[in-house]
């Protein structure tokens, strides 16, 4: 078959410390069989190698990560930027907590969590069914909420960084999140989420430009902007399903928010 070729290719090529090309076949791997889990396993197990000082020291460092994080950084300064929290009204609009207990979700991790207003309601209300952990590109974003455990539940990285990633998890939140990455790694991003996902996840994915982006930095936070079908297809490409998807429309009938339900 050719999944048990390309995963043969994979490890052969992990063992020879060929990393970035192991990481390319066992992706191909799950491209063909999303569920695959020797593939997954062995994601992780590079993530995990890529994470070791001795792998850092010799790294390339990405200029556009260490240049996103610096302005998100800044935008977190802002107490405007975090008044609006997009991820709980999209939680409420798909009865996020009903989807999630269908698939038995327990651990969550909620990808771009921002200033974790999601996470705070959910850890509220529901303290003893779900397990989460926030994932963010600065490690401002949070508010004085998680100040006591930010430490254990906030991991700083970048969503298109296979590095970053080291846990799978049952359900995956990610929300006013996809439009902000560069639309060359959309498809990482969301192969990477992929890959940390067990059973299903919930995106809400704005449709417009924004203007805080403008207001606070000069140039625009929004910098892939598409139409609902063009962000559904990039998610079957990464290997999701898509259960439910709808598009939640602003005061003049236009198209604001793609709200997508999705298993693996």
């Not at 990808?111 to 303290?127: D, H, R, V, Y």
């Not at 846990?167 to 929300?175: N, P």
């Not at 207001?215 to 936070?221: A, N, Q, T, V």
């Not at 598009?247 to 003049?252: A, C, K, S, T």
Request: one cysteine or more; a negative charge.
């Amino acid at each position: 078959m050719i999944t048990d070729d390309l995963l043969r290719k994979g490890t052969a090529q992990h063992s020879q410390g060929q990393l970035v090309e192991a990481t390319q076949s066992f992706r191909a791997v799950l491209r063909i069989n999303p569920t695959h889990q020797a593939a997954t396993r062995s994601l992780l197990s590079i993530a995990k190698q890529l994470r070791q000082p001795a792998s850092q020291s010799t790294a390339v460092v990405d200029q556009q990560i260490d240049q996103e994080r610096r302005k998100y950084e800044q935008v977190w300064q802002c107490d405007d930027y975090r008044r609006f929290s997009p991820g709980l009204q999209g939680a409420q609009l798909v009865d996020l907590i009903g989807y999630f207990r269908q698939h038995q979700v327990r651990t969550i991790l909620d990808a771009g969590c921002g200033s974790g207003q999601l996470m705070q309601q959910i850890m509220t209300e529901f303290p003893e069914e779900f397990d989460l952990h926030g994932f963010d590109i600065s490690a401002n974003c949070l508010d004085p909420f998680f100040d006591a455990i930010r430490d254990e539940i906030l991991t700083v990285g970048c969503l298109w960084n296979l590095a970053e990633f080291g846990e799978i998890y049952d359900g995956v939140i990610c929300t006013d999140v996809m439009e902000h990455i560069p639309t060359h790694q959309v498809p990482a991003c969301l192969e990477n989420l992929r890959q940390c996902t067990a059973k299903a996840a919930y995106f809400g994915i704005a449709l417009f430009p924004d203007g805080y982006g403008q207001k606070i930095l000069g140039e625009p936070l929004h910098l892939t902007v598409k139409e609902p079908q063009w962000w559904i297809s990039a998610i079957q490409r990464a290997g999701f399903t898509v259960t439910k998807a709808m598009v939640e429309n602003g005061p003049h009938a236009n198209p604001m928010w793609l709200h997508a339900l999705l298993t693996v």
